[in-house]
């Protein structure tokens, strides 16, 4: 029975994939049917390796201290509902999203100060590709220290974390625009606030936009890193870290799981005011974005 179900397993592989390549081939006229077509090409991908997963623990006998099998993780997720709803709220919505709009709003805020200030410039950019090239084991104790063992000192590393990558890109999108487009503004007798209203950000908004995207993932890693280094007996990391040593592996997976679908969906949401934002785009309007 363990053989035929991981034959299956690969079956349904096989032919998921054999699907999926179809249907990126096909152009639906229905505007619908193909936003639904473009939505189907990664769940069925990801059924068909959750289904291999399984094959492969059960056929070849994996202990669950290993690799538990997607079953076992499932019944861990809900039957542990309340304990991943707690470490969610401790990580997520208090470390994570305030760090978050912390760390992407003072790195904007700078980064237009330093487009004022040629001293700024040349003087805080080095110090912050110094600053982001920091690891995150390396900053995490300290801003325990500082800050203490609740979400405080989670969210100080995912301000950390966030704040030169924005930084970064708002410098970069700000220079996006051509010298003709701002000599133009110019002739216009536009003041820079007008200049930097009507022409600079708009041109920055896809480098501004990347960096909220890959801030979205870095804040929930620096959370969840940082939880390693003390926290009150809650939080992803917390769990993580206490299920290892007792060898609740499905439970890790469990917390892995939900820490996957919560990055996955505050990146979706990120993507989705970006379109609207940045509709003018080639990007966007060629749907890649």
């Given amino acids: 029975m363990s053989n035929g179900f991981v034959w299956f397993a690969f079956a349904f592989w096989i032919g998921g994939w054999a699907f999926n390549e179809w249907l990126v081939r096909q152009k639906f006229s229905n505007p619908v049917v193909n936003r639904l077509a473009w939505f189907a090409v990664p769940v069925i991908f990801g059924v068909s390796l959750i ?41 997520f919505l208090k470390a994570v999203l305030i760090g978050y709009a912390i760390g992407c709003g003072s790195g904007f805020i700078v980064a237009i100060l330093i487009d004022r200030s040629p001293f700024l410039k040349n003087g805080l950019l080095p110090f912050g590709n110094f600053v982001s090239a920091l690891p995150i084991v390396g900053i995490a104790p300290i801003m325990v220290m ?54 600079r950000l708009p041109a920055a908004w896809p480098f501004i936009f990347n960096a909220l995207k890959i801030n979205s993932t870095l804040a929930l890693i620096g959370a969840i890193v940082a939880e390693f280094f003390g926290t009150p007996t809650v939080g992803m990391g ?19 799981a939900v820490a996957a679908l919560a990055g996955s969906a505050f990146y979706g949401v990120v993507a989705l ?17």
Avoid: C
Wanted: aromatic letters at 12%; hydrophobic letters at 50%; charged letters at 15%.
């Fill in 51 to 91: 289904i291999i997963w399984e094959g492969v623990v059960v056929a070849f006998d994996i202990p669950p201290i290993l690799l538990p099998a997607p079953s076992d993780v499932w019944v861990r997720l809900t039957h542990s509902l309340p304990i991943l709803w707690a470490d969610f709220r401790q990580t």
């Fill in 146 to 199: 500082w800050f203490g063992f609740d979400w405080p000192s989670k969210a100080a590393v995912v301000v950390v974390s966030t704040f030169f990558p924005m930084l970064v890109n708002t410098i970069q999108g700000l220079s996006a625009s051509s010298s003709m487009e701002r000599d133009l503004m110019r002739t216009y007798a536009a003041s820079w606030g007008q200049t930097m209203v009507k022409l």
């Fill in 238 to 256: 917390f769990r993580i870290s206490t299920e290892v040593g007792r060898a609740n592996i499905d439970m890790v997976w469990a917390e892995i």
């Fill in 273 to 289: 005011i970006q379109r609207v934002v940045t509709f003018w785009h080639p990007s966007v309007r060629s749907g890649r974005s």
